[in-house]
Nanobody, 120 residues
Framework: QLVESGGGLVQPGGSLRLSCAASELTLDYYAITWFRQAPGKEREGVSCISRDDPSTYYADSVKGRFTISRDNAKNTVYLQMNSLKPEDTAVYYC???????????????WGQGTQVTVSS
């Protein structure tokens, strides 16, 4: 029910904007979190936007470089990624849940993921 887009190949220092859209789910009823998973590593939380306020949260590794936002009219959540580094290379997933947490088992709805590769 969630569909990510916007991934691709970018050079270090470049930018990408990921989108998380839903067709049968109203995203403003949920906290939306972006996770990522690199080969051989566990899935980790990157950023979350709460359903109220909304408040935003970031992993230390992306603070100051990534920005999460939501457009309720478009039923879409975005992740603007700037100053990308090779270590940001991963499959990025969005997930919907009741509140912001890095605990993956709190999330019921997941997208299929979009690949982000940062390389020269």
């Amino acid at each position: 029910q969630l569909v990510e887009s916007g991934g691709g190949l970018v050079q270090p220092g470049g930018s990408l904007r990921l989108s998380c859209a839903a067709s049968e789910l109203t995203l403003d009823y949920y906290a939306i979190t972006w996770f990522r998973q690199a080969p051989g590593k566990e899935r980790e939380g990157v950023s979350c936007i709460s359903r109220d306020d909304p408040s935003t949260y970031y992993a230390d590794s992306v603070k100051g470089r990534f920005t999460i936002s939501r457009d309720n009219a478009k039923n879409t959540v975005y992740l603007q990624m700037n100053s990308l580094k090779p270590e940001d290379t991963a499959v990025y997933y969005c997930a919907a849940g009741p509140g912001c947490t890095w605990y993956i088992y709190e999330y019921v709805y997941w997208g299929q993921g979009t690949q982000v590769t940062v390389s020269s």
